[in-house]
């Protein structure tokens, strides 16, 4: 290709380009401020989790204990159960063949726990 084209290709996207961003400039200016604003605003946002200082009750409070119909959760214990599985490795060794070295791969089972619960 021509270098004269090339330059010409070179300067119409560099135009193109330059027009692109003024005009997204000049269409996106109101709302740049608008973001700007948010983005600069230094107001204290509210805390999304609760105060935990004013949730605790005292213990001689009469909210303070558990009611007669609620209980504790009880979590029931049990085996942590694991099965032997087999995976596979891939085993690869450089090996003479024809005047220079070749290398062969070959996959070998091992075995694994998993732990299923």
């Given at each position: 290709?021509?270098?004269?084209?090339?330059?010409?290709?070179?300067?119409?996207?560099?135009?193109?380009?330059?027009?692109?961003?003024?005009a997204?400039?000049?269409?996106?200016?109101?709302?740049?401020?608008?973001?700007?604003?948010?983005?600069?605003?230094?107001?204290?946002?509210?805390?999304?989790?609760?105060?935990?200082?004013?949730?605790?009750?005292?213990?001689?409070?009469?909210?303070?204990?558990?009611?007669?119909?609620?209980?504790l959760?009880?979590?029931?214990?049990?085996?942590?159960?694991?099965?032997?599985?087999?995976?596979?490795?891939?085993?690869?060794?450089?090996?003479?063949?024809?005047?220079?070295?070749?290398?062969?791969?070959?996959?070998?089972?091992?075995?694994?726990?998993?732990?299923?619960?």
């Amino acid at each position: 290709m021509d270098s004269k084209s090339m330059d010409r290709r070179l300067f119409v996207t560099t135009l193109l380009g330059a027009a692109g961003a003024a005009a997204l400039t000049v269409v996106l200016f109101p709302s740049s401020e608008a973001v700007a604003k948010v983005l600069l605003d230094d107001s204290p946002k509210p805390n999304i989790l609760p105060d935990l200082e004013d949730l605790q009750a005292e213990p001689d409070e009469p909210g303070g204990g558990l009611a007669d119909e609620e209980q504790l959760a009880y979590h029931m214990g049990h085996k942590h159960r694991r099965r032997r599985v087999r995976r596979w490795r891939r085993v690869c060794r450089r090996e003479w063949w024809q005047g220079h070295y070749r290398r062969r791969c070959r996959k070998h089972p091992f075995w694994v726990w998993l732990s299923i619960g």
